[in-house]
Each structure stands twice: as structure tokens, then as C-alpha cells.
């Protein structure tokens, strides 16, 4: 089975939707899937490349439109042969490509990974556009079924919709990172009490509620991410006061995660918009056995971490709510380890990469499957 993934980037880009590529194909490849992956660069020529045994094309670029980058090159790369095409989206420049291509004979999967859900000018021009491709699609996976229900993207195409969540890789994060000596050494400087949130500096991360919330929470903030927003929450940080209990450590690569997560006492997604659709990084909080306070979007994000199982719940925007709930699990460490606990079997039942592979895989066995049995049909008819 011949499989192209049609994606924006590829690592070592770093972010969520970046990481899950790479874990999906490294994981189809050994089951001897034949993959190759298909992204955007960084230049305007295409480069072909092997990164970790998988081989990636990266197409040339002539400049950015509706925030994506515009690359025609990608029409003609979709006519190499495959027998599925798997279109990771939103995605407007690989969906225009689908279209205008002259493709072999294939299946196609799309992963929807969000709405466009602020821009909302560009989702009305976008539309046509979108509608086009999901209805083509011979199968969709939306990552969590409360997105699924709140996506009026998803909605007319309900029926071949399958709810396959993100997976990472649990042999990178654990209990066992609060014995690493880097872990010991980030709670020698920065505790007893540290809350650790990630991701990038961005309006719908709700890093300026937690920043608020902290005015009420005794304890040192690490917000580990960089983005356009970085000075104006630097600048809201002394402002409310709390400057020397947040450090900003910037980017970090997630192979350097693991000594923040051992470090943490809580986890914090503080997330205020639909655009936050899963925030894999639970997960890896999960892993490592920390509690999570996260909000009550209608995405994906309280199906990751769930109220009063692994953690606290608390509605988005909602600064004083979020440092109750940080304040309840500093105050009841029974309560947060027992949280904790259960996260890390949470993690290990419904989030491994091996299950997101394995259900991926079935998928494509399914829908191949049928279209053999189709054929067959046809040419008995």
C-alpha cells in the first residue's frame, strides 16, 4: 500500500499537528506502509529529503497567502502515484492543489485537525473550497468526538466521519522524569510550587488569564513557547505584579521537554477559543502523571483531560476560577496525585502512538477494502 501524506510542514518544524505527522509516519512505515510525506519548504525551489528514513518532499514556496504559503509546484507533485492520499487539514493551498491536480486513481483520507474559527472573512471565501475536497473524501478523522459534534465543517459529513484521537510517543514522557537531575535542578531554582503551561504565544492560548490568575496562586510560572505576543504578556506579567514567578523560557525542543514536565507540580492549558482543538500537550502532561486544569471549549480539549478525573475543568476566560482550581490542587496533594495517577493510565488506555497507528491503519484497510469489493461489483455488472 502506496501512502501520500499531504501536510504544511514537517519536523524538524516543531509544533502539534508537526509532531503528529512524524509519529504517524514513522508509524505506518514499520508496518511496511510505503510513505512518503508532502509539505511545504522553506525556500522557493523544492528540496527532496530523507528525514529519519522517511522521505519528504518539501515544495518550493513564492510567497505567503491567507496565511499559508503559495505553492503551485504542489499540482504537479500530487501526480506521483498512490493508492491513498492522506490531506492533513485546515490546509487551503494542499485543497486547491487536490483540485486543480491530475491525480493517479487513490482513496482519499482527511485528518481535520480545526475549524478555521477566527478569520472569519477568509472561512466565508474558503468555504466552496473546503466543501469541494470533504466531499470527496472517502473517510474524515476528527480527533475527538465533542469536535466532532461542534464542527459545523464536519457537520454534512457526519456519516463518514471516524474519531481517531492523537497518540505520542509515552516512552519520551513519564513519572520517572521528576528523578532526571535536569528536573531536580528546575525545582531546586524555581519551587516548591511550579506550574508549567506550553505552547505557542498566540491570542487563543489564554496565557494572559493565567498570568491574571497568578496574582491569587503562590507559585512560579514556567510558559515555555515563543510567538508575537511574548512582550505584551512580559508586559502584563510586572504589571499584575508577578514578573519574578514567571520565567519565559522560550522554544523548546520536545526532545528537551521531559525535565519541565518532571519539574511540574500542575499543568495548565488555559486556552480561550475553538482554535485550541485538542492541545496534545495534555497528553504528555497525562504521561508524566501531572494534574491538568484546562477549559471547557466545545473542541477537543476537555476530552483529553477530564474533570475530576485527571484534573480540573474551569470555564475559558475565567481568571479567578482558574486559580481556584490551581489553589485546590496545590492545597490537596492527595487530590493532585491522584489525578495525576490516573492521567498516566488515561495516557497509556486511549493516547499511545501504537493505537493512533493501529486505528489509522485499520481505516485504510477499511476503506481500500471496499473500494476492491466495489470493483468487483462494477466489472460483474
Known sequence: MRVLQLGKYYEPHVGGIETHLGLLAHGL???GIELEVLVHGAATKTVQETVRGIHVTRVGALGRLMSTEFSPSLVTELARPYDILHLHTPHPMA????????????????THHSDIVRQARVRGILQPLFRAVLARADAIIATSGRYLESSEEL???HSKVRVIPYGIDLQQFSPALKQVPSARDLRARYGPRIILATGRLIYYKGFEVLLDALKSVSAHLLLIGDGPLRAALEARARRNGVGDRVTFVGAVPNQDMGQYYGAADVFALPS????EA???????ALASALPVVNTSLLSGVPDVSLHEVTGLTVPPNDARALAGA???LFEDVELARRFGARGRERALERFTAERMVDETLALYRDITATSAV??????LG
Open 272 to 275: 480561550t477559543a475553538r482554535s
Open 326 to 328: 490551581l489553589n485546590r
Open 29 to 31: 512505515s514499520a508496518h
Open 374 to 379: 466495489t470493483a468487483v461489483q462494477v466489472g
Open 95 to 110: 485543497m486547491l492543489a487536490y483540485l486543480a491536480a491530475r491525480k493517479p486513481t487513490h482513496r482519499l483520507v482527511i
Open 155 to 157: 457537520r454534512p459529513y
Open 278 to 284: 485538542f492541545g496534545i500537550v495534555q497528553i504528555e
